[in-house]
């Protein structure tokens, strides 16, 4: 069993910048992917980025790419998301999240999950 914290996230105005972290309980994290994902009211919960079991790959969604940043320190069991540049359409509720598959991109691939935390950018 893996609990996952989020923190980090806050009122930010556009263009703006924060840096959300994802604490892990288990010993084991550095053998978990990790991933964000992000969910808006009425929205689906959608992909921002993943970042494999040693940090030598990231992978991002499109939106994000050139601001939003994943990286990972396994001696402190967390997982970052530095986001820079930050838009509207970022505002939204940020999970991190857990994963035994090599390249997760979906919600289903997650075995874990955070509570989320709260990102919201002002125009």
């Known amino acids: 069993q893996v609990q996952l914290v989020e923190s980090g996230g806050g009122l930010v105005q556009a263009g703006g910048s924060l840096r959300l972290s994802c604490a892990a309980s288990?010993?084991?994290?550095?053998?978990?992917?990790m991933g964000w994902f992000r969910q808006a009211p009425g929205k689906e919960r959608d992909f921002v980025a993943a970042?494999?079991?040693?940090?030598?790959?990231?992978d991002y969604a499109d939106s994000v790419k050139g601001r939003l940043t994943i990286s990972r320190d396994n001696a402190k069991n967390t997982v970052y998301l530095q986001m820079n540049s930050l838009k509207p359409e970022d505002t939204a509720v940020y999970y991190c999240?857990?994963?035994?598959?090599?390249?997760?991109?979906?919600?289903?691939?997650?075995?874990?999950w955070g509570q989320g935390t709260q990102v919201t950018v002002s125009s």
């Open positions: 999240a857990a994963s035994s598959y090599y390249f997760p991109r979906v919600p289903h691939e997650y075995d874990y």
């Open positions: 288990a010993s084991t994290f550095g053998s978990y992917s």
């Open positions: 970042i494999s079991r040693g940090g030598g790959w990231a």
